[in-house]
């Protein structure tokens, strides 16, 4: 063990974002790879899946073969339902771990709508009080008193980082919101390719999951913390393109609300955030400026039509929508530096 490092664990180090994830990690100056674990992969090198990793790291191994003692904090980047079996299993043995799970295990905090939700009997009921859903930016002073942490997901960060600071200061209507996101296909995982078999997969844009999208539930239970009046649509899209997210969100502000007092709160709330950055208004907004990096551009226009507007915000839905966001919760978890290691 490195002194003034912490011991950590990669549980589905060889998916898209475990890929990312232990590349970011390989380059923080306070953490030390323990374990890197696979299902189907063990005894391979992880540089067989990521040339990018530059690092001398543990083989693949099985998670059964961890020796936990000394681990201080394990990231689970695994299918949903996984990481719940694992957490039950560690939580209450080694009190000194830590948990960030990247999947939807901890997100939704009544496991009957998990149930329902993602079609999983929740194994660890107990433990979803413990855990606490955390975009870094907004529960950044809770998140040290809890040893379980539910990253958010792709879509609902992008969602959420511009529309939480509105709600909250009451500049736009609670109704008539309309979310149309776009994300890559990263967003589906390695295995894309068997969850979406439509025809001209790379020269296809996609609507999918039109009536329902699982992620629309951590979006109503957010929101529903500011307002119970909160009532939106979310259509997400694939293109074809490998990792992105831009989320287009037409909102309403309130009368006697400036436009220009939305952008300036906006401004405001994220002055101190070094991953959010208001754009200028008005503007055009691609995926391009914020991939393979942990930023969000936020930019509003105002439309012709009386009080609407369209806030775009983008993200790249492997590093902000996942592993980025997961080392952030990770620095505050662990009191460094909120951008260590992600810069
Ligand atoms: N992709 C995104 O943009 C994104 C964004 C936010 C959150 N997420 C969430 O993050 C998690 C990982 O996503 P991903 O896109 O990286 O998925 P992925 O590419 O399919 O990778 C899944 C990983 O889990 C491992 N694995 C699969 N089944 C396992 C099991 N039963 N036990 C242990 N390990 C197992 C795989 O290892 P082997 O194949 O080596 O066995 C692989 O390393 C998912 O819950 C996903 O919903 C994804």
Not at 113 to 130: F, Q
Request: charged fraction near 25%; include cysteine.
């Amino acid at each position: 063990m490195l002194k003034n490092r912490i011991n950590v664990v990669v549980a589905g180090a060889t998916g898209y974002v475990g890929l990312g994830l232990v590349n970011l990690l390989s380059k923080h100056p306070k953490v030390s790879i323990q374990n890197l674990c696979s299902k189907n992969n063990i005894g391979k090198k992880i540089q067989y899946f990521d040339k990018n990793i530059k690092k001398k790291l543990p083989k693949l191994e099985k998670l059964t073969n961890v020796n936990w003692k000394n681990i201080d904090l394990l990231f689970l980047s695994l299918p949903n339902g996984e990481a719940q079996k694992v957490i039950k299993n560690l939580f209450y043995k080694y009190k000194n771990i830590k948990f960030i799970d990247l999947s939807s295990d901890f997100r939704i905090e009544n496991h009957i709508l998990y149930k329902k939700n993602y079609n999983l009997s929740h194994k660890a009921k107990d433990l979803i009080s413990k855990s606490l859903y955390s975009i870094a930016e907004i529960k950044k002073k809770q998140i040290k008193d809890h040893r379980i942490i539910a990253n958010p997901g792709c879509y609902p960060t992008s969602i959420q980082l511009p529309l939480i600071p509105l709600f909250k200061k009451k500049l736009i209507k609670l109704n008539n919101i309309t979310i149309d996101s776009k994300s890559g296909y990263s967003g589906a995982g390695k295995n894309y390719k068997k969850k979406f078999k439509y025809k001209n997969f790379f020269n296809s844009t996609y609507a999918y999951s039109v009536n329902y999208h699982r992620h629309a539930a951590e979006l109503e239970q957010e929101f529903a913390k500011i307002s119970k009046k909160i009532s939106f649509t979310f259509n997400p899209h694939i293109i074809p393109t490998f990792r992105g997210i831009l989320s287009s969100i037409y909102v309403y502000k309130k009368k006697n609300v400036s436009f220009s007092k939305i952008v300036n709160t906006l401004k405001k709330e994220y002055s101190k955030n070094y991953f959010i950055k208001i754009c200028k208004p008005n503007n055009p907004l691609g995926t391009g400026n914020v991939i393979n990096t942990n930023f969000c551009e936020i930019s509003i226009s105002q439309l012709k039509s009386k009080n609407k507007l369209v806030i775009l915000s983008v993200i790249d839905n492997l590093i902000k929508g996942a592993s980025g966001q997961a080392i952030q919760n990770m620095n505050l978890l662990f009191k460094f530096k909120e951008s260590l290691g992600l810069k």
